[in-house]
């Protein structure tokens, strides 16, 4: 019995050895006010899977603007490929958006509030998997809520910029090739997203 806790010890311990985690931290503002908090987490698992999560509450109230949101996204990759993606989006206490996507051996099948379809294309790197690694110079993002792609531009040094399929323009701005702030440009206002110190 002693021998078999060993054991299990033992493995437990040279599972978790190869693990890692590094998280991201970030306040949400808008027009100057601090309205949330945005956390994301990338985890080296010990099956050679990486996993990220990206969780946001904010509560704003401004003149017209009354609103809370919710979301939480999480990712698996394998090998440098998306294998799974879910999202979901509640905003005022009511489910807003939503999507989940999964890599069957041979194409994506993707199941939101849009609808349902399927495609083929490669997903390398997503909007959250690019808060930490800048240094990939790339012509476009997987964009995880929608389940599509949004093509890059790259204005000036350290500074990604795309369009996504809802009409928001995402500005994201690096430091040592990790994410140090960006910008959310919506029909009403910008929001920004601020490494916390």
Request: glycine share 6%; aromatic share 14%; net charge positive.
């Amino acid at each position: 019995m002693y021998k078999r806790v060993l054991i299990v010890m033992f493995q437990f311990v040279t599972l978790h050895s190869f693990a890692g985690t590094e998280t991201l931290s970030y306040d949400i503002s808008v027009f100057n006010t601090t309205v949330g908090k945005m956390v994301i987490t990338h985890d080296k698992q010990a099956d050679g899977t990486d996993l990220y999560t990206l969780v946001t509450s904010s509560k704003a109230k401004f003149l017209w603007l009354n609103k809370t949101n919710d979301s939480r996204y999480q990712l698996v990759y394998k090998a440098g490929r998306l294998l799974s993606s879910t999202f979901k989006e509640i905003e005022n206490g009511e489910l807003k958006r939503w999507c989940n996507i999964k890599w069957d051996g041979a194409k994506y099948q993707v199941d939101g509030y849009k609808g349902k379809r399927t495609f083929t294309d490669d997903i390398s790197v997503s909007t959250i998997t690019a808060y930490f690694d800048g240094s990939k110079k790339i012509n476009r993002i997987f964009y995880e809520s929608e389940g599509d792609f949004a093509n890059i531009e790259y204005p000036e040094p350290n500074t990604m910029e795309f369009k996504t399929s809802d009409g928001h323009k995402s500005i994201y701005h690096y430091v040592n090739n990790k994410v140090n702030n960006t910008e959310f440009k919506l029909s009403f206002a910008t929001v920004y997203m601020t490494l916390s110190k």
